[in-house]
């Protein structure tokens, strides 16, 4: 365990675990990074990973499943695959967690064993989204069902910091989400978020509506965890329909199906472009310690992504970023009357 | 003007009036239906409609522009194309009103002039989306950016109703929007809604969650109004990203354009379906009669579909279906101890 950056791996989380994972993680040799592996070590060991990926298996025994009573789940769970991934960046031994695991129990298992950064009450759900002129963080993603003004704010600094890791620039815009661009539109809790935002976060740019998803203008999206659930899985769902109307239409007739055959190869780049997989890895901010989701139907090329999104955010000092915003922001919550 | 139904149309609502609102109407002939065009008469005649088209044009003097003052556009916009269009519907004269014109005055003017239905405290904007399995009607897409449980039981209704008429089906399914489809899951407004619609309405189905707006499984999606714009703009955004990568892909080599060249007519179909002109048209629920927004920027074929859209609405008793299910409600509201 030479090695200087070490990642806590949940090897039995996920419908396709623990096979995605391990064949995920075969792909990073050489990477100057370490791997712990927490499961089932039989299962583990029978799947084969080359010498050059540095890792060990760590052996569970506890397996949580998703038809478990919440408290059973969060007891049991603690001595879990995840619960020990996690438990290990608590201790300091790994510098961030990955799992494909159920959210829910992710989230509460991470809050209760690394707890929130000062002065964060409630982590977020943060994950990358692609548009035609580049790509945006967007958060919250659905970590929580409702939110208030101090959430909102601190959503905002925190995707600011995750921006600037994942984007590598300085320079980024940050944008709240909203029902109109006019200042005079929106929702309270909105309009209230936009005045605190533009007395100290240099970043603020103002408003954006929910065709700002497709357009990739901003760096930093920043909505409730309701409203941003919603537009993630819109989009997702909006995509499927659009792709097999395509599909349809390009098998509907033999000339069709030839021109199909002759534009495949940009064709393919195109599904590529689109693929979900790529985008895999949302990151639940806000804890004391890098916790990656990763989607629960990951096969090993989306697995792999998590692992890429978890390095990006391992080489920049994300939690200094985001206790420095923090410090400028008190001021202005005291000025409003918000409890931090 | 003795033909049984009559429609009132804002001539000079829109980016494209009046050209667009005299070619679309131009499509109506025989059609049963007869037009009260309202607008300037020296364009509006210049613009020459088919005999067979049964209209007549009345003279109007004011203009409101998007850059007035919140006051002065609603008191100058009563004397407006607009405003007298709303006017000849509470009058009457006609059964219901179509404008291209800004969203929020249409609203606010219809709200004074013609008031909302009894028993309904805030009317809402509906549209129908397409999905893989079929149309869904939506609503709120943004007429209110915050809303309470009544009102979101009040959306329900008048999905339910507006679905009946449009999809021409007694058995229609609504869902709630939420974040997760298990009970547990969700805000307290969703969760609150939810539990009053399981005890009267019995077309509820329980929740959806984002990407249902791609499938099209059920008939109504009802959310409060900031979601519903949020979601609404995304599909939109989406669509428009995922369509010009396509685009992109199909230009980007020789082999490509000439697959693209031998699938146009595939192709063209396809973009057929994702036409959204095909879909215009909203109905500004819950006001004493049927008000019917037509995009800004629609053209011709945008603006005819708004009119068969009304159409479809006019030919069924929908104010009807409304009062008879406010009237099941109210003692689940009393029970609630929400007050009506």
Do not use: W
Not at 44 to 65: A, C, F, G, K, W
Not at 250 to 269: T, V, Y
């Amino acid at each position: 365990m030479s090695a200087s950056k070490v990642i806590a791996i949940d090897g039995m989380g996920g419908d396709n675990a623990p096979e995605a994972v391990m064949k995920g993680l075969a792909r990073f040799a050489a990477s100057g990074y370490y791997f712990i592996i927490f499961g089932d070590k039989s299962r583990l060991e029978t799947l084969q990973i080359p010498d050059d990926i540095s890792h060990e298996i760590r052996h569970t025994e506890v397996v949580v499943t998703s038809d478990m009573e919440v408290m059973s789940a969060l007891r049991l769970g603690k001595k879990s695959s995840m619960g020990l991934a996690i438990q290990s960046v608590a201790s300091g031994e790994a510098q961030a967690v990955i799992s494909s695991g159920n959210t829910g129990l992710y989230m509460a298992l991470a809050k209760i064993i690394l707890k929130t950064v000062e002065g964060i009450d409630r982590p977020a759900i943060a994950s990358v989204i692609p548009g035609k002129n580049g790509r945006a963080v967007c958060l919250d993603l659905g970590a929580n069902s409702e939110s208030d003004v101090k959430n909102m704010v601190d959503f905002a600094i925190m995707g600011e910091a995750l921006a600037r890791s994942i984007f590598h620039k300085e320079n980024v815009k940050v944008a709240l989400l909203n029902i109109g661009s006019e200042e005079v539109k929106g929702s309270r809790l909105v309009k209230k978020t936009s005045e605190i935002l533009k007395k100290f976060l240099d970043s603020y740019v103002g408003f954006v509506e929910g065709d700002d998803f497709g357009k990739g203008d901003v760096d930093v999206i920043v909505t409730d965890g309701f409203t941003g659930n919603v537009a993630l899985k819109t989009i997702e769902g909006t995509a499927k329909y659009i792709v097999s109307e395509l599909k349809s239409a390009l098998g509907s007739s033999l000339l069709a199906k030839i021109g199909a055959f002759l534009a495949m190869s940009s064709l393919s780049k195109l599904k590529d472009t689109m693929d979900p997989r790529l985008y895999n890895g949302a990151i639940l901010v806000g804890l004391r310690g890098v916790v990656v989701k990763s989607h629960g139907n990951s096969d090993e090329i989306g697995f792999a992504n998590a692992v890429r999104f978890t390095m990006d955010i391992l080489n920049n000092n994300i939690f200094d970023r985001i206790s420095e915003q923090l410090e400028k922001s008190k001021l202005h919550y005291l000025e409003e009357g918000i409890n931090q």
